[in-house]
């Protein structure tokens, strides 16, 4: 199917966006201490939908909310009663501006699993109900490496619809799904297009996106061929480098709280008396505990086995039941590690050993 | 500050002395002037080692690893680092003559952006307490409570007290919403050593783990009481949280009514010297008992 593009510049990007914010539930970075979380805006000056992606946290929390209420339960004389929370906390229709690219493709990922065996229809829904406005970076970030990865960066295999900043100050919006698609003609187009604030793509559009896609994907350090990592740790599990690369990891868990991929959670209670609230929230498998069992027994009781389900997961299991990495190089963990670990490191380093032996 | 060459040299003698089984120091992260924490136990490695102003994180905080655990240690530590090291020998929880700590007189270390990080600008015990040798500085010997300069309260804490109390109030709960418990805080902190920590335990319902700013507040609330009087300002808790929230107003608030009220008290600065909570003084203050 064919999807249209639409030319820019920033002013008409931004009255695009505070068009969005009066009409939309909207969603945008928004700073506090220094780091940018995804929440709900009014207006654009209290949100900067073009934050540089190494101090923004995922979006992950708007579908797979940090801790979701699941349930609350009463406890009587005759049994418990259990019943659906009172606060609704899925989402109307919404929209989400600002998300980086890698953030959006991280949805795409986790569909995959969201709508294997168990079908968690609260994930659903908030996909459904939501718009994503994705934008390309211009440069890469110390830690990126999303062009390594197995989705078409290029071709801005992305959600919904795509910002891209061309050169002289051009911006290019583009609808990627029909959702997209649907969402950019119910935004009064023949009114921007009349007023000349947007103008129809030309036959020259294609190849300036394809311009800066050149400049943004010359400016990477990192660069890998995933499809060989793929393969090399697939075949190394019982490797001693595993030990190694995790040595100096703190167990602190914050790779997989801000990851946009990692999707492990946890069940607790908060009760009082004979009532209570059962709360679902992110687990992360550098923790201790992580797959602890009520006897006592864990599967992975030391470091680098917990690290080793971490790489592995990533970059075999998930790839292997469901065909993608279930990374995307966003480099979200390695800028938030307090101790500068770097995933692309660790699992090029523990395929470089299996080189070896 | 740069005593690579130094550090190279002495984990290249205990190495082939026998002397230890494993150093942890920093290395380089290969791409730019950030430093990553580094454990050696192949004695060719030693050459990876540094030591420079950007040698940030606490290296104590390994002490609490498997790879460390009755085994005979070399390590790094800078001023407030080797407070963190007195307090956990003190609380017994490694053994001296399991350790070879290399102390450093410290000049303060620099944050992201090559600023001067402020627990440095106002750090009142730059040298190392504890050490088998000494880089920088002299060997004084005789450590004062309060160290070389005058203790001063934290100009955060000092702002935030001048706040009117509604302000405060708003200005925290900002800092509990923000908070999405990872518990990165606990894990990065050289002194949160528990084996289960009270905050994981599944009957309290109090932080059960869910993400609810109550939840937030309780979790940093605890955590920070039980290190009131331990803290000795790494600042580690707040280079590992992904939310960059401002954790060290809690520990230095703490710090400064304890200094105030415990004859001068600053964590870790003696040895054996077991905490402002652990000691009995006539001289305790005793008008908040009605």
């Not at chain 2, 230890?20 to 380089?28: E, K, L, S, T």
């Not at chain 2, 002299?138 to 000092?158: E, F, H, I, M, R």
């Not at chain 2, 060290?248 to 400064?256: A, G, I, P, R, W």
């Amino acid at each position: 199917m064919n999807f249209s593009t639409f030319v820019t510049d920033k002013a008409g990007l931004h009255k695009f966006y505070e068009d969005i914010m009066a009409s939309h539930e909207t969603f945008a970075p928004v700073e506090k201490f220094g780091k940018f979380d995804f929440k709900k805006v009014t207006s654009l000056s209290e949100c900067d939908p073009e934050s540089p992606i190494a101090k923004t946290l995922s979006i992950k929390p708007l579908f797979f909310p940090r801790s979701a209420k699941v349930m609350k339960y009463v406890a009587t004389s005759s049994g418990t009663d259990v019943s659906e929370t009172d606060e609704d906390h899925l989402a109307g229709n919404r929209v989400i501006l600002g998300v980086k690219h890698c953030d959006a493709r991280s949805l795409q990922v986790l569909d995959k699993v969201y709508n294997w065996d168990y079908i968690d229809t609260d994930y659903q829904k908030r996909r459904e109900n939501t718009v994503i406005v994705s934008t390309r970076c211009d440069k890469a970030e110390t830690h990126c490496f999303c062009t390594s990865l197995d989705y078409d960066v290029e071709n801005l295999d992305a959600l919904d619809v795509v910002v891209v900043n061309g050169t002289e100050g051009k911006i290019y919006i583009k609808a990627r799904t029909e959702k997209g698609e649907t969402f950019i003609s119910g935004m009064n187009i023949d009114n921007r297009l009349s007023k000349n604030e947007w103008r129809k793509a030309d036959d020259k559009t294609a190849g300036e996106i394809k311009t800066q896609y050149e400049s943004f994907a010359g400016s990477f350090r990192l660069k890998m061929d995933y499809k060989e990592v793929n393969e090399k740790l697939s075949k190394i599990f019982d490797t001693p480098e595993f030990e190694n690369v995790s040595g100096n990891c703190i167990s602190c868990n914050t790779c997989a709280f801000v990851c946009p991929t990692c999707h492990c959670f946890k069940i607790s209670d908060e009760k009082v008396k004979d009532t209570g609230v059962r709360y679902k929230s992110y687990d992360s498998c550098n923790n201790g505990y992580f797959t602890l069992m009520a006897g006592g027994h864990n599967p992975r009781p030391v470091k680098y086995r917990r690290w080793r389900q971490r790489a592995m997961h990533k970059f075999v299991y998930y790839k292997e039941r469901f065909g993608v990495n279930l990374c995307v190089g966003c480099g979200k963990c390695t800028i938030s590690c307090p101790v500068n670990i770097s995933i692309f490191e660790v699992v090029n380093q523990v395929s470089a050993a299996s080189m070896q032996e | 500050m740069n005593y690579t060459k130094q550090i190279q040299d002495i984990a290249a003698k205990l190495f082939a002395e026998g002397k230890i089984d494993v150093f942890v120091g920093y290395r380089m992260n290969g791409f730019d002037d950030n430093q990553v924490p580094v454990l050696i136990t192949d004695p060719q490695d030693v050459s990876k080692l540094v030591f420079t102003d950007k040698s940030v994180f606490n290296l104590v905080n390994y002490l609490k690893s498997d790879h460390t655990r009755r085994k005979r240690v070399g390590l790094v530590v800078k001023g407030c680092d080797s407070r963190s090291l007195n307090l956990m020998l003190t609380e017994s929880q490694v053994k001296r003559q399991n350790l070879y700590i290399i102390g450093i007189a410290c000049e303060g270390v620099v944050d992201d952006a090559g600023q001067k990080m402020q627990n440095c600008t106002e750090c009142v015990v730059p040298d190392a307490v504890v050490f088998d040798e000494l880089l920088g500085g002299t060997l004084s010997g005789s450590l004062t409570l309060t160290g070389s300069k005058p203790y001063q309260v934290n100009a955060d804490v000092t702002a935030l007290a001048a706040m009117p109390l509604t302000e405060r109030a708003a200005y925290f709960e900002e800092v509990f919403e923000n908070c999405i418990r990872c518990n990165a805080c606990r894990h990065s902190c050289p002194l949160c050593y528990c084996a289960k920590c009270c905050i994981d335990q599944e009957t309290a319902t109090l932080y059960n783990g869910a993400n609810t700013t109550s939840s937030a507040f309780h979790a940093l609330m605890t955590w920070s009481l039980h290190l009131a009087g331990r803290c000795v300002d790494c600042r580690n808790c707040e280079k590992a949280c992904p939310s960059h929230l401002p954790l060290h107003l809690l520990h230095k608030q703490n710090e400064s009514v304890i200094y105030e009220n415990f004859q001068e008290h600053l964590a870790g600065v003696i040895p054996e010297d077991r905490g402002a909570f652990y000691k009995y003084s006539l001289k305790d203050p005793d008008d908040f008992i009605m």
